[in-house]
């Protein structure tokens, strides 16, 4: 009898001891309000089809997370020949041209952009090495894209989109 009751009262401290027996109710529910759940948009971006460098360039945006504040930025393709081997390209982020509102999408996920279209891209040999970027000016006829991003937290949703348009470079 002593080995039985010895069985029975282990049985029933050891879960109590491991924090098991009686919590599964709220620890369930705590971990549930912890989660954050990512949704990931794939944006549209619309051009004319043409950049000129240093001159004002008017962007629309669909299909991005609503009343998100966007980032955007100009790179090279990665079929430039610069852009190859031996060489490594950065990317020319942009800002609202003065005068013109922040990038910002509207309740529905849309936006227009204006900003200055930089005259110059970096590259670098070293991706790690600040010192060994230096400044390239853009072709006539060179492809570039057109980067957009714009994220919006929720309490328990993080929206995040990403879209890209390409476009020319047109000197004038």
Known sequence: MLVGAAVCSAAVLIPAAAGIAGHDGPIATESAKKKVKVVFLKGRVFS???VTPGQPETVTITRMPER?????AIEPPPTTPQCGEFYFCDFAPVG???GTPPFRTNGKGRATIT???????NIASDPFDPASRHPVTWMNGQAVHIDVKGTKRLPRVKKAGFGFGRAVVKLS
Request: hydrophobic share 45%; net charge positive; aromatic share 16%.
């Open 115 to 121: 900003f200055v279209m930089p005259s110059t891209y």
């Open 96 to 98: 609202p041209a003065r």
């Open 68 to 72: 998100a504040r966007l980032k955007a």
């Open 48 to 50: 004319d089809g043409f």
